[in-house]
């Protein structure tokens, strides 16, 4: 923790400005109240470190300075592998963090090599937003640092690295928040609320939707751009020819556009994991079989057509048996959408938007009965976990157990086999040849343990 300071610096531009500003970026509006922008503030500065400074890193990492004020923090390091883009973040985080808090604000430092950064004694936690093939070892050697973590979705690549990390941040003891958002969102907290306390019956059915990928990769090589240290982004998986679509665009001045990674087999396993981390994580909520549980039988079919690069499945549609009964069945569509149905009624939801068979029992505020974590900003909830030690609404155990949904659709996907799964001891029952897709295919060098 860095040393106390009497208060934080005023701000140069008006609420109202500010905020224009970041949802001009690209970043949805935030409640901020109105008392923390004069001069009441926390007394001790949070220093959180951002490692990765793609899509989703640029974006956390402005949520995490419009929440500064609040939460008392502040963004002072980035890392990334590619260094222009690196100076990116550096600059807008830099130019951000003057609108809201002052001349007074520190400089950020740029590290090539996140170690360094996770070195450093005067960080109190980090934003990892990094290709998910790099989430376990990068979050594992954060947790062996001490350093509390803001994990993108999906927290990891493969079933093993959820249940290493899960060790390693419980070994050590510090915060984790899975980059989840829907769980700070009053529609989604709403309905879950709805179907945990018993207001359309027992559950007997889930629908779920997610959107899919499309598009065409060019596998030809390329010479590797100046200032990227390919080798470095490759990480923990094995040597690939560099081509622009297999990492991300060079010619990205605003870091917003999609990477061609997200539709390679090798870093990710399709909007499968990217959106069922979403859907699946909201299913498991209303059920309450988010944080130690899951389904025990699966079956999936995808479409993988020859795109080129790109060979993450496209269409798909699944079956997932709980074992008490409930049946959640998912498939492709426009948007994430959640459909809980009831012996009394149904519940859906997607962002922004909820629906009810009896719309009334959405009015009912979400009080007594079985209470669910509550935030109203998913980074917020982070850096409010970070100061207290107090376990956030998206844990490592929820983001493991929603995570693991996906992967075991991924599996049944690619073996076309149904998947028979025990939710207790994290394991495939019967199937020596599935058992193989649950493992990841490392590099030496790049442990798991904790």
């Known amino acids: 923790m860095s040393s106390p300071v009497s208060a934080l610096p005023a701000a140069r531009l008006s609420r109202r400005r500010f905020l224009g500003s970041i949802i001009a970026a690209g970043v949805a509006p935030m409640f901020v109240p109105s008392r923390l922008f004069g001069a009441s503030a926390p007394g001790n500065i ?3 470190g951002c490692i990765g400074s793609g899509r989703m890193g640029f974006n956390d990492m402005r949520t995490a300075i419009g929440q500064g004020v609040e939460c008392g ?8 592998v590619d ?3 690196m100076a990116i973040l550096k ?10 808090h002052g001349d007074e604000t520190a400089e950020i430092s740029m590290h090539e090599d996140f170690r360094e950064l996770l070195a450093r004694k005067d960080i109190d936690g980090v934003i990892i937003a990094t290709p998910d093939f790099a989430h376990a070892f990068i979050a594992i050697e954060a947790a062996r640092a001490g350093k ?25 003891g510090i915060v984790l928040q899975t980059g989840s958002q829907q769980r700070s969102s009053i529609h989604f907290h709403r309905v879950c609320w709805l179907v945990r306390n018993g207001r359309i019956g027992t559950i007997k059915e889930i629908e779920v939707t997610n959107p899919l990928d499309s598009g065409v990769g060019n596998a030809a090589p390329m010479p590797i751009p100046e200032g990227l240290d390919y080798i470095a982004w490759m990480g923990p998986t094995t040597d690939e020819p ?10 990205d001045p605003n870091l917003s556009s999609r990477p061609g990674w997200l539709q390679i087999e090798k870093y990710c396993r399709g909007q499968v994991a990217g959106w069922g981390a979403h859907t699946y994580d909201i299913a498991q909520w209303g ?4 944080f130690n549980s899951g389904p025990v039988e699966i079956t999936a079919e995808g479409e993988f057509p020859d795109r080129g690069l790109f060979n993450v499945h496209t269409t798909y549609s699944g079956t997932a048996l709980y074992g008490n009964g409930v049946v959640m069945k998912s498939k492709n569509g426009t948007t994430g959408t959640i459909k809980f149905i009831g012996t009394d009624g149904w519940l859906s939801v997607k962002r922004g938007k909820f629906d009810a068979s009896d719309p009334e029992i959405l009015r ?3 009080e007594g009965g079985i209470q669910l974590a509550t935030s109203n900003n998913h980074m917020g909830n982070f850096l409010q976990c970070l100061r207290s030690g107090k376990d956030p609404v998206a844990p490592v155990e929820v983001g493991h157990r929603s995570n693991t949904v996906s992967l075991l659709h991924y599996i049944s996907m690619k073996t076309g086999r149904t998947i028979h799964w025990d939710p207790a001891t994290e394991k495939i029952i019967g199937d020596p040849g599935a058992d193989k897709l649950v493992e990841c295919d490392c590099r030496p060098g790049f442990p798991l343990g904790s």
Not at 91 to 99: C, F, M, P, V
Not at 242 to 251: G, I, L
């Open 46 to 48: 949070l220093r959180i």
């Open 73 to 80: 923090s502040r963004i002072v390091a980035v890392s990334d």
């Open 83 to 85: 260094r222009p883009r």
């Open 91 to 100: 600059r807008e985080g830099e130019r951000l963090g003057r609108e809201l």
């Open 148 to 172: 509390g973590i803001y994990l993108e979705k999906p927290l990891t690549f493969a079933i093993p690295e959820g249940q290493a990390l899960v060790k390693a941040v419980r070994d050590h």
């Open 242 to 251: 560099y081509t622009e679509d297999r990492v991300h665009s060079q010619n």
């Open 287 to 290: 059920l309450g079989t988010d």
């Open 364 to 366: 009912e505020n979400p």
